[in-house]
């Protein structure tokens, strides 16, 4: 069974920044990996993702802020967040799944999700 379990997350002041953790437990074949949030009030989003080969994406609300990495040996994927705005705020999820796709951002294209950790940006 796949589990996965972020960390990282904290309040912070506008323009600060931080770095989120997910630790993948479980076998995943070809693994691709994404991080989500879903903003107060907002539906979730997906706004970075990596592939296996180490390719990424990104939603253009974090593009040129967030970084997606991983570490294959210690099965973690992080989430590098600099320049971080009020409107940041959201809760971060982490997700996997198997196969060979590229990055993806949509939610559907995963089963494997982490619980969640609250990221709170304050003017």
Known sequence: QVQLVESGGGSVLAGGSLKLSCEISGYLYRPYMAWFRQGPGKEREGIAAI???????????????FTISKDNAKNTLYLQMNS?????????????????RP???RETDYHNWGQGTQVTVSS
């Open 84 to 100: 971080l705005k009020p409107e940041d705020t959201a809760v971060y999820y982490c997700a996997a799944d198997s196969g060979i």
């Open 51 to 65: 592939d296996r080969t180490g390719t990424t994406g990104y939603a253009n609300s974090v593009k040129g802020r």
């Open 103 to 105: 990055p993806s951002l």
